[in-house]
């Protein structure tokens, strides 16, 4: 597991994103503002197949790659209808 420590001295273990539950995400942008490494894409919302709502068509965020989030958890801190998952490495 990765770990490093804090200004402080403080242990911190990176979390990293995992998902995102676009039946939660407004599409406010949020978190795609806060994020450092471009890890989140403005996408339109993947209707599921048992969805019988054929408007549902607004735009929310995505996961455009995972791999270049660095932990920093800025995503999560600043949505407003807990979308994200985390985990350590």
Not at 25 to 52: A, F, M, N, T
Not at 60 to 68: E, K, S
């Amino acid at each position: 597991m990765i770990t490093g420590l804090t200004r402080g001295g403080a242990e911190w273990v990176p979390q990293f994103v995992t998902a995102l539950d676009q039946k939660k995400c407004i599409g406010c942008g949020r978190c795609y503002k806060v994020c450092p490494r471009q890890v989140l894409d403005l996408v339109e919302r993947e209707l599921d197949d048992d969805s019988d709502d054929e408007d549902d068509n607004m735009m929310v965020m995505a996961i455009a790659d995972a791999a270049d989030c660095i932990g920093c958890s800025s995503c999560g801190r600043v949505c407003p209808k807990g979308c994200y998952s985390y985990a350590p490495a």
